[in-house]
């Protein structure tokens, strides 16, 4: 018999696994498509006056869906004779291809990084063991290529249609859009790892994504500009909604109008469900300033409509202004652009003060701009990407030009966001870190510090104690854990300063071990030249009966053991140790069968 060499099983075993990833991206473009060829031959099945035959509903169908990737549809029938373009993208119809092509990368990919059962390897370079199955970039491109074979495909049924493709829109923005959904998907498989560079990058940048610092900024920045983006969609789709209630008779005057069966008014009514995420995006691009085009000649902003919008006869429009200047109303759209900046810099003030970090790990005021200018830098750069796929042609003549300016959307954005949010984030930092702010904080204990401020007994207290306690003085040399005095944290030398006093500060009571120190002015040792530990104590405060060995001192110090130990510990109780340690006194002290010690003070007459 005959054996298989083990570089011929990897061989198959690669060529399997990219076969797998080819199937799953034609699977996944299969889905899509079929979904929506479904959908459209219901509507096309309840009209009762269809206008083609069921070749031209499946061509439709394919168009559509060729829509929904970005690609440009052109419309040969129409009255004048000439080809109109139609380039607006419903994008709630964007969702389920780029889902699927996300979908079927990453389960490609996930496969690729399961050990199967009897798969073997092979030995690289150095022995080094890699892999039988194909790199993720192979998986990329098997994806790719098997999810674009089904476009061209419906590109070419689509061709006598009453809505086919351009063909210069499939190479841009189609390959990209399916490209750029299983790269993402891929990278999930990943773990989503943020680094490292690629090797061409310049070396400043594959040193900074090195960096840990770097990343978590990034990473904040990031999810600062989603959120901001989000808040911007959401403002402007409420504007949009407050508009059509405002013109709700005009908005069903159009509606009821389109179509007089209910299975066209049913295909209207999803229409403009597929299209009420480019209606948010255009109250955004309105409240933003730039507003939106109406046409070749029309613009609406808040200033006012000018021109003579050409507008077709769809309920969403409804909500558009009406013509002349901008009154009160209109300019209270401008609350959309305000309240994505706060959105930023809000995000980015919880990373620079994080509730559940001590004030040592808080940001400074020159990273907080930083990250917030960068998060202002992606929100702008977000809302003109969307911006430029929110609007396109309709038709010829006037209605080449419809919808917002995606080069005058985003940098709109960029300034509301960056003039607003940096200055909200640096204040929501000082707010977070005020000098009363940090009770609420969970009880967050320094970096530092000692575990509980209770428990003051440590050899700071003291020997700030007997060196003769310059407290409240003296704000320039510090708090007890040793660090500096700044402006902006005024309450730790007082905090250290009440719990020697045994007062009640900011930080909350002293405990009873701080409260027993003795006062430093009575101290023998404030004299010049003194070190504090230069021999062991004999006050009577240190013997034996004195405060130090008490109950209240004893369960203090353990409980500040117990937690600095992290868990460590044993959970008993500290009075049983305090009873044990005062039962094993009474035996060890003097008593009728145990003379007293002739240099222990109970024998000294």
């Known amino acids: 018999m005959t054996q298989r060499s083990p570089q011929v099983t990897v061989r198959q075993n690669r060529t399997l696994a990219l076969a797998s990833a080819l199937v799953k991206g034609v699977v996944a473009a299969g889905l899509g498509l079929g979904a929506l060829t479904v959908l459209v ?57 780029v889902w699927l092509a996300h979908r079927a990368a990453r389960d490609a990919a996930e496969a690729q990084e399961e050990p199967r059962e009897g798969a073997r390897a092979e030995l690289g370079e150095g022995g080094v063991e890699r892999s039988a199955g194909p790199s993720r970039a ?52 990943a773990g989503r790892p943020f680094g490292p560079a690629p090797s061409w990058s310049p070396l400043a940048v594959q040193e900074a994504v ?30 949009v909604a407050v508009a059509l209630g405002r013109n709700a008779a005009a908005a069903q005057d159009a509606f009821l109008g389109l179509a007089g069966d209910w299975s066209g008014r049913v295909a209207v009514l999803l229409l403009a469900a597929a299209l009420a995420p480019n209606a948010a995006l255009w109250g955004a691009a309105y409240g933003l300033g730039p507003g939106f085009s109406l046409g070749t000649g029309a613009t609406a902003t808040p200033l006012g409509l000018d021109g003579t919008p050409a507008l077709p006869r769809f309920p969403l429009l409804a909500a ?23 959105a930023v810099a809000w995000f980015t003030a919880r990373r620079a003060a994080p509730a559940d970090a001590p004030r040592a790990r808080a940001w400074s005021a020159r990273e907080t701009v930083l990250v917030t ?5 992606g929100c702008g750069a977000g ?5 430029a796929v929110a609007g396109g042609p309709i038709g010829t003549g006037s209605l080449s030009v419809f919808g917002p300016v995606w080069w005058l959307t985003g940098p709109a954005a960029l300034v509301w966001t960056a003039v607003i949010g940096v200055p909200a984030a640096l204040l929501l930092r000082l707010w977070r870190l005020r000098t009363p702010g940090w009770a609420w904080r969970r009880d967050v204990p320094e970096a530092d510090e000692p575990p ?17 306690g310059e407290g409240e003085g003296d704000e320039e040399k510090g708090d007890v854990s040793g660090r500096p005095r700044r402006w902006w944290s005024p309450w730790r030398g007082r905090r250290g300063t009440a719990g020697e006093a045994g007062e009640v500060g900011p930080g909350g009571p002293a405990s009873p071990a701080a409260s027993s120190v003795p006062a430093s002015g009575s101290a023998p040792e404030a004299a010049s030249g003194f070190e504090p530990y230069d021999f062991l104590p004999t006050d009577p405060w240190h013997e034996k009966d004195g405060p130090w060995h008490g109950k209240d ?19 008993f109780p500290a009075d049983r140790a305090a009873d044990r340690a005062g039962r094993t006194s009474d035996r060890t002290g003097p008593g009728p069968d145990r003379p007293a010690d002739p240099g222990s003070p109970a024998s000294t007459p």
Request: net charge positive; glycine share 14%.
């Open 320 to 342: 558009v202004p009406d013509q002349g200047s901008g009154a009160l109303p209109n300019w209270a759209a401008l609350a959309v652009p305000v309240a994505a900046a706060l």
């Open 452 to 468: 509980t401020a209770g428990a003051g007994t440590g050899a700071a207290t003291r020997t700030k104690t007997e060196a003769g």
């Open 41 to 97: 031959m219901v509507v096309w099945i309840s009209s009762p006056y269809p206008d083609s035959g069921p070749g031209g509903a499946l061509r439709a169908a394919a168009g559509v869906w060729l829509l929904a990737h970005g690609a440009g549809l052109v419309r040969p029938d129409t009255l004048s004779g000439v080809p109109a373009p139609v380039g607006v993208v419903p994008l709630l119809l964007v969702l389920g291809p």
């Open 138 to 189: 192979g998986v990329f491109c098997a994806v790719t290529a098997g999810y674009l074979l089904v476009v061209a495909g419906a590109a070419a049924y689509a061709r006598g249609g009453p809505l086919y493709a351009d063909p210069d829109t499939l190479a841009f923005p189609v390959a990209l859009v399916v490209a750029g959904a299983a790269a993402a998907g891929v990278w999930t498989a």
């Open 553 to 571: 001192n004893r369960e203090a110090r353990w409980a500040s053991l117990k937690q600095g130990s992290g868990g460590l510990m044993a959970d």
């Open 383 to 387: 809302t003109a990407l969307l911006t």
């Open 373 to 377: 200018l960068l998060a202002a830098l």
């Open 210 to 239: 090195a960096r840990t610092l770097f990343r978590h900024r990034a990473e904040a920045a990031f999810r600062s500009a989603a959120a901001g983006v989000t808040v911007l969609l959401g403002a402007g789709a409420l504007l």
